[in-house]
């Protein structure tokens, strides 16, 4: 039985309320920046390219976080000043996004905004990992999993909400709408104070005298740093490299959805193709409810997986999960109506739950803890190179082999769902009896 003391749902629920201003913020991403791109004149084939900031600075930036705030030891914790310095350069790039006045000005902006995101993100996850007995762990991170479709229901609900205030139609001077800013600024509000309340309320442990000589030992540079990332790669534990190809398929899927539901909901239900028409911000409001839709579904349904998992494991509740998204995908081409859209979000919504929560039960339940931080960050490569290579070959295949359709990139994505759920089941990983940490590392 592991020694660090068992916490309240209350308490697991405060660690994690930073969570909720974190993936606000993505969330506004997910919702917003197709549509503002279009706003902003970008072609459609090109829309992954402006996508790029997510996976390269998750690629740059999550390694070499993790490794260092494994490092670290200072009077706030190894893990909490990456938090407030994130969540500050968040705040900042997220207040300042809706006033871009040109593509070019949106596109650097998600690189800052995505930078903030990234060095939240991954001290985030090893410090639930790090807090929480074994046993506790698959609550820690579910909840996490309930605050992001939380958090992103209301991200995506924002701005139909706001147009009880002011009209969809009312643009800035740049062809943004008045209430995609007013999100934006509510967005940049949480995102620090959220994650103040969080790192104030439930502290980190402090580390004991073996840990901190262990640390002296491991000096925080450069070379230290980049060293630390290439061990822990080539020793990764064999279950955690049993995850690359489910992630692979999940996460390319999942990014293609975001980048493209907008125009699949314009073509199915609006008939239009126009980002400067009103069919298409209607069509954008739309999509925004349903995502709201799923990721409340998302919240509920986290919280419905914490017995599940504790009773059947993670792996097959994440293999049913995306069996259920790859499903959605696959018929949302297909709807004819917005009810119909909303009943499909509900598998939308279980799939992304499982990948918010279940992928990190399994990966928890194998890797070193004196390695939290490091491998929290290595695979975020796992999510980030998917949504790369995603990036890289959409443009090319979305005429030649997509006939330019966007309904056929959600059918490509909807197959590699189901792909992803078959790899799952091959993980030895996220089985009933949760493992202490390490076990699995052979």
Known sequence: MSEKPRLSLLRIIEMNIGFFGLQFSFGLQQANMGPIYGFLGADEAAMPLLWLAGPMTGLLVQPIVGAMSDRTNTRLGRRTPYFLIGAVICSLALFAMPFSSALWMAASLLWILDAGNNITMEPYRAYVADRLAPEQRSVGFLTQSAFTGLAQTLSYLAPSLLTYFVAKDVLDANGIPVIVRIAFVIGAILSISTILWSVLRVRELPLDAAEKAELADKPLTARATLA?????????????????????????????????????????????????????????????????????????????????????????????????????????PGVTTPAALFVLMLGIGIGWAGMMGNTYVMLADCIPPERNGIYMGIFNLFIVIPMLIQTLTMPLIYHPLLGGDPRHVLMLGGA???????????????????????????
């Open 416 to 442: 590699l769902m189901l792909a992803g759920a078959l790899a799952t089941l091959l993980v030895d990983a996220g089985h009933r009896r949760p493992r202490e940490q390490g076990l699995a590392a052979g």
């Open 228 to 332: 630390e990332i290439r061990d822990a790669i080539r020793e990764m534990p064999r279950p955690m490299r049993q995850l690359a190809g489910a992630m692979l398929c999940q996460w390319y899927a999942m990014f293609a959805y975001w980048q493209y539901i907008t125009f699949v909901v314009g073509r199915s239900l609006y008939d239009t193709s126009d980002p400067t028409s009103a069919a298409f911000r209607a069509a954008t409001l739309t999509t925004q409810q349903a995502g709201a839709f799923y990721n409340f579904i998302a919240f509920l349904g986290a919280l419905a997986l914490i017995p599940i998992v504790r009773r059947f494991g993670a792996r097959p509740t994440h293999a049913a999960c995306l069996a259920a998204s790859g499903t959605a995908m696959l018929l949302i």
